[in-house]
C-alpha cells in the first residue's frame, strides 16, 4: 500500500490589518506561481527551516504538497554537541527544576541503561496520569500537579524527565495522517548509535485504559506496549519538536489581549499575542502575530489561529478508507429496513455489506482481530439466511 499522503493546508488572515506567521517549511514545497514565497527562511536547530511570512488582511497561505509516512528509519544515528544541548536544554512546558528530578531519578532507580530509563518513564507516565481533552492547563508544572492532561501534557513530561536524566529528547509535532486537522503530539529520545526511537505515552494510556476510543476509526492502532519503540506508522510530522524560536524575533504585545486566554503552568497565555520567551509553544503547524482589532468582539476561532488541514492517503488505502463510511450507511439502512418488512433480499444485502464493511477494516490492518472476529460471525449469519 502507498507510504504517501497528500497534505491540504490552508490558511487566511481575518484577525489583522498585518499578520506575521511562522511554519516549518516541508521540503517537499517547491515555490512558484502558485506558491506564496516566504519574507524569510530560517534553518532551525531541528535541521527544518522555518519560513516566515507576513500576511494582508484577506490574504491566504495556501500549501499542498506529498510526503511520505513519517518514519525515523531515515533519521540520524549520531548528534553533534550542538545537537546534543538543544534536546537536553530546559524549557517552560518541559522544565528540568527540582521536581523533574527528583521523579525522574526516583522512576529510574533500578534502571542501569538509557534505553531502560526511558522505558521506566513510559510506563511510570502510562500508570499515573489520565487523558483529557482539553486540559485544563498546559506545561509539566500544572501535569505534575493535577496529573490530568492531552497528548501535549503527556509528551511535555517524557521530554521533561528524559532531559533531566541527560537522555536526549524531543516533542514531536503532527497530525494523524488521515482526515482534517486531527492533531497530535508523541516523542522521541535519542540513543548514539541507534537514532531516534519513537514513544507515544498518550497513545499507550488509550489503548490500555480507553481501548475503544479509536475503535471506528481510520487508525491502525497498536498494543498499548508497543508504543515504547514503535508507532503504527501513520503520522505526518508539523516540527521535530517544542518551543522552537521564531526568527525573525517575536516581540510580545505589552498589552495582550483575547477573549478566552489559554493556562501554561497555570498562567493566562495569549496565544498568538505572545510567545515564550520569543518561542512558539508548538508549531501546530503554524505560529501567529496579529494586532490588536476592535473588530473581535467575539473569541477567536481555531481555524484562524492553527489555520485547517487535510491530509488523503493515495491508492487502495484511501479507496478503503471512503468506502467504509457508505457501506456502513447502506448496512444500517437496509438491517432497519429488514428489521420493518423481514424481507430475504434485504437480510442478504444487510448482512453482505457488513461483511465487506469489516473486510476493509481487515486490509486496512485496523484492528485485526476484531474484526476478523466479525467478519466470521456476519458471514456464518449469512451462510445461515442463505440455507
Same mark, same amino acid.
Given at each position: 500500500? %502507498? &507510504? ?7 490558511? =487566511? ?6 499578520? *506575521? ?16 514565497? +516566504?519574507?524569510?527562511?530560517?534553518k532551525i536547530p531541528t535541521g527544518e527551516k522555518l519560513a516566515y511570512y507576513i500576511l494582508d488582511k484577506d490574504q491566504d497561505l495556501h500549501l499542498n504538497y506529498e510526503v511520505e509516512l513519517y518514519s525515523t528509519k531515515n533519521e540520524k544515528k549520531t548528534l553533534t554537541d550542538e545537537e546534543k544541548d538543544f534536546y537536553l536544554r530546559n524549557t517552560i512546558l518541559s522544565p528540568i527544576n527540582t521536581e523533574t528530578t527528583r521523579l525522574a531519578k526516583e522512576i529510574t532507580a533500578r534502571q542501569k541503561n538509557d534505553h531502560e530509563k526511558a522505558r521506566a518513564i513510559f510506563h511510570y507516565i502510562v500508570d499515573n496520569y489520565r487523558y483529557i481533552y482539553p486540559p485544563s492547563s498546559r506545561g509539566v508544572n500544572s501535569f505534575l500537579e493535577v496529573k490530568k492532561g492531552d497528548? #501535549? ?11 533531566? @536524566? &541527560? ?25 548514539? #548509535? ?7 505515552? %498518550?497513545?499507550?494510556?488509550?489503548? =490500555? ?7 471506528? $476509526? ?10 515504547? #519503540? ?8 508539523? $516540527? ?32 498568538? *499575542?505572545? $510567545?515564550?520567551? #520569543?518561542?512558539? +509553544? ?21 481555524? *484562524?489561529?492553527?489555520?485547517?488541514? =487535510? ?7 484511501? !479507496? ?5 463510511? !457508505? ?14 418488512? *423481514?424481507?430475504?433480499? /434485504?437480510?442478504?444485502?444487510?448482512? /453482505?455489506?457488513?461483511?465487506? !464493511?469489516? @473486510? ?20 456464518? %449469519?449469512?451462510? $445461515?439466511?442463505?440455507?
Amino acid at each position: 500500500m %502507498s &507510504k504517501t499522503v497528500t497534505v491540504d493546508f490552508f490558511y =487566511k488572515n481575518e484577525l489583522s490589518e498585518k499578520l *506575521q506567521l511562522w511554519i516549518v517549511m516541508p521540503s517537499a514545497i517547491r515555490f512558484n506561481e502558485n506558491n506564496l514565497t +516566504p519574507d524569510q527562511i530560517t534553518k532551525i536547530p531541528t535541521g527544518e527551516k522555518l519560513a516566515y511570512y507576513i500576511l494582508d488582511k484577506d490574504q491566504d497561505l495556501h500549501l499542498n504538497y506529498e510526503v511520505e509516512l513519517y518514519s525515523t528509519k531515515n533519521e540520524k544515528k549520531t548528534l553533534t554537541d550542538e545537537e546534543k544541548d538543544f534536546y537536553l536544554r530546559n524549557t517552560i512546558l518541559s522544565p528540568i527544576n527540582t521536581e523533574t528530578t527528583r521523579l525522574a531519578k526516583e522512576i529510574t532507580a533500578r534502571q542501569k541503561n538509557d534505553h531502560e530509563k526511558a522505558r521506566a518513564i513510559f510506563h511510570y507516565i502510562v500508570d499515573n496520569y489520565r487523558y483529557i481533552y482539553p486540559p485544563s492547563s498546559r506545561g509539566v508544572n500544572s501535569f505534575l500537579e493535577v496529573k490530568k492532561g492531552d497528548c #501535549g501534557e503527556f509528551s511535555f513530561l517524557f521530554t521533561a524527565l528524559c532531559r533531566t @536524566l &541527560k537522555i536526549p529528547a524531543r516533542t514531536v509535532v503532527g497530525s494523524w495522517a488521515y482526515g482534517k486537522m486531527n492533531a497530535h503530539v508523541w516523542n522521541e529520545f535519542f540513543i548514539e #548509535g541507534e537514532g531516534w526511537i519513537s514513544v507515544d505515552t %498518550s497513545m499507550a494510556y488509550i489503548q =490500555k485504559k480507553q481501548t475503544f476510543r479509536f475503535f471506528d $476509526s481510520s487508525l491502525k492502532t497498536l498494543h498499548w506496549k508497543k508504543y515504547f #519503540g514503535e508507532t503504527e506508522g501513520q503520522r505526518v510530522v508539523f $516540527s521535530k519538536d517544542a518551543e522552537i524560536e521564531l526568527l525573525p524575533k517575536y516581540k510580545n504585545n505589552e498589552e495582550a489581549y483575547t477573549l478566552n486566554p489559554i493556562l501554561i503552568n497555570g498562567e493566562p497565555f495569549c496565544w498568538g *499575542q505572545q $510567545s515564550l520567551n #520569543g518561542r512558539a +509553544p508548538y508549531l501546530q503547524p503554524i505560529y501567529v502575530k496579529y494586532e490588536q482589532n476592535d473588530d473581535l468582539f467575539s473569541s477567536v476561532d481555531i481555524s *484562524q489561529l492553527f489555520g485547517t488541514w =487535510k491530509i488523503r492517503e493515495h491508492g487502495i488505502k484511501h !479507496f478503503l478508507e471512503r468506502s467504509k463510511v !457508505f457501506l456502513l450507511i447502506i448496512a444500517l439502512l437496509s438491517m432497519a429496513l429488514n428489521f420493518i418488512f *423481514q424481507n430475504f433480499y /434485504l437480510g442478504v444485502t444487510y448482512k /453482505l455489506t457488513f461483511i465487506i !464493511f469489516f @473486510l476493509c477494516f481487515i486490509l486496512r490492518r485496523e484492528r485485526v482481530i476484531i474484526f476478523s472476529v466479525f467478519l466470521l460471525v456476519m458471514f456464518l %449469519s449469512l451462510l $445461515s439466511t442463505l440455507d
